[in-house]
Every structure is written in structure tokens, then in C-alpha cells.
T-cell receptor
Framework: GAVVSQHPSRVICKSGTSVKIECRSL??????MFWYRQFPKKSLMLMAT?????????EQGVEKDKFLINHASLTLSTLTVTSAHPEDSSFYIC??????????????FGPGTRLTVL | EDQVTQSPEALRLQEGESSSLNCSYT??????LFWYRQDPGKGPEFLFT???AGEEKEKERLKATLTKKESFLHITAPKPEDSATYLC???????????FGRGTSLIVHP
């Protein structure tokens, strides 16, 4: 099956610093990747859709200057949380759309990154 | 606007006690209904995609079915390791972005 990795799995940082999270599709090329945020016991909240070689599309209410997304290659997308504050603490999950399975509709998720901002 | 409602929010079963999780949806032209399993602190794990009413898919103790209004995830003789949150999502029309439900938290007691 399609495998998506994320790094780091857990990060603790001080308020005001920036944090970069990497999302990689390991065994397929993903023209589209998605970034989600998940609060405890809540469902996934889509933050943005990342297309290789173009600007990300952000969901309403998501600050594009705060959450910088780069999709530089078909296997790598990065999310940078700039000037992080405690309210940015959350579980961030990426997913990648696999083009080769059953019509290309499935998304495969990474293991997630737990961000804690002190 | 696509809508997905999952029920119940939480379900406790004894090991071996079969049951079903429900995913009701409202979409404009279903392009796929997806089931995922999510363990605490992990990303969702893909289980099934269903495309049309009447379709069924199975994997071990899990069986997913689809009608024009809802999908069921049947769990037969569950084991404690089946404990997880099960997420349902739908994709419609020309969008490749699915809409997720809030999930059903399943706990299977030994």
C-alpha cells in the first residue's frame, strides 16, 4: 500500500520560534498533498491543499502567512509554523493522494506530528 | 455542502459482540465514501473505498456496505485490538477533497 511519512513525530518549541514539518510519500508520487490539524477527540480539520509546483490553497480561516506550505517535489511537502504560539499546539497530519489506486480517490495519511509550544 | 454524520459517537463492546457503525451522508454526486481507522496519537489508516450503492468490501473482521444515504461498518466478533476511532469521509462532484465525519470511538473490552 501507499506509505506516507512525517518528520518529526513530536516537537516541543518555545513561543516565537518556527517549526518545520516534513511530509513524504515514500512509494508513490503525489501531485496533491493535504495538511490537517486535529484537536483532542475532534475530527480532522483541513488546513490547506498543496499542489506540486504551485501555491497552496488554504481553507477559510487558516492564516497563510502563519502556516507556510511548500510542495517542491512530487514526494515532499513541508509545513512551517512561523512564530509559533501556545495556541498553535496541536496534532498536525499530512496526507497524500495516490493516483494509482481505484480511480485515484484515496488519501493516505502520515503518522502525524505532535507540536507543543511552550 | 457535503455533510457526514457518524453514529454513535462512542461504542463499547465486549470481545466477540458484533455491532455496526453508521455513516450517514448528504452529497451532490457521490464520488467515493471512505472508511479510516485512527489509533490515538497516530494518523488515520485507510480501510475501504466504496463507490456505489450495493457495494460491499471486507477486511478481516470488518465489512463496509453502502446505500444511497448511508454506509455501515460491520464489526464481527471484535477483539480488543479493534479498539480505535473509525472515521468516515465522502468525496463528491469535481472536488478531490473529502469531507470527514467526527468519527466513532470504539472500545472493545476483553
Amino acid at each position: 500500500g501507499a506509505v506516507v511519512s512525517q518528520h518529526p513525530s513530536r516537537v516541543i518549541c518555545k513561543s516565537g520560534t518556527s517549526v518545520k514539518i516534513e511530509c513524504r510519500s515514500l512509494d508513490f508520487q503525489a501531485t496533491t498533498m493535504f495538511w490537517y490539524r486535529q484537536f483532542p477527540k475532534k475530527s480532522l480539520m483541513l488546513m490547506a491543499t498543496s499542489n506540486e509546483g504551485s501555491k497552496a490553497t488554504y481553507e477559510q480561516g487558516v492564516e497563510k502567512d502563519k502556516f507556510l506550505i511548500n510542495h517542491a517535489s512530487l514526494t515532499l511537502s513541508t509545513l512551517t509554523v512561523t512564530s509559533a504560539h501556545p495556541e498553535d499546539s496541536s496534532f498536525y497530519i499530512c496526507s497524500a493522494r495516490s493516483p494509482g489506486t481505484s480511480g485515484g480517490n484515496e488519501q493516505f495519511f502520515g503518522p502525524g506530528t505532535r507540536l507543543t509550544v511552550l | 455542502e457535503d455533510q457526514v454524520t457518524q453514529s454513535p459517537e462512542a461504542l463499547r463492546l465486549q470481545e466477540g459482540e458484533s455491532s455496526s457503525l453508521n455513516c450517514s451522508y448528504t452529497v451532490s454526486g457521490l464520488r467515493g465514501l471512505f472508511w479510516y481507522r485512527q489509533d490515538p496519537g497516530k494518523g488515520p489508516e485507510f480501510l475501504f473505498t466504496l463507490y456505489s450503492a450495493g457495494e460491499e468490501k471486507e477486511k478481516e473482521r470488518l465489512k463496509a456496505t453502502l446505500t444511497k444515504k448511508e454506509s455501515f461498518l460491520h464489526i464481527t466478533a471484535p477483539k480488543p485490538e479493534d479498539s480505535a476511532t473509525y472515521l468516515c469521509a465522502v468525496r463528491s462532484g469535481g472536488s478531490y477533497i473529502p469531507t470527514f465525519g467526527r468519527g466513532t470511538s470504539l472500545i472493545v473490552h476483553p
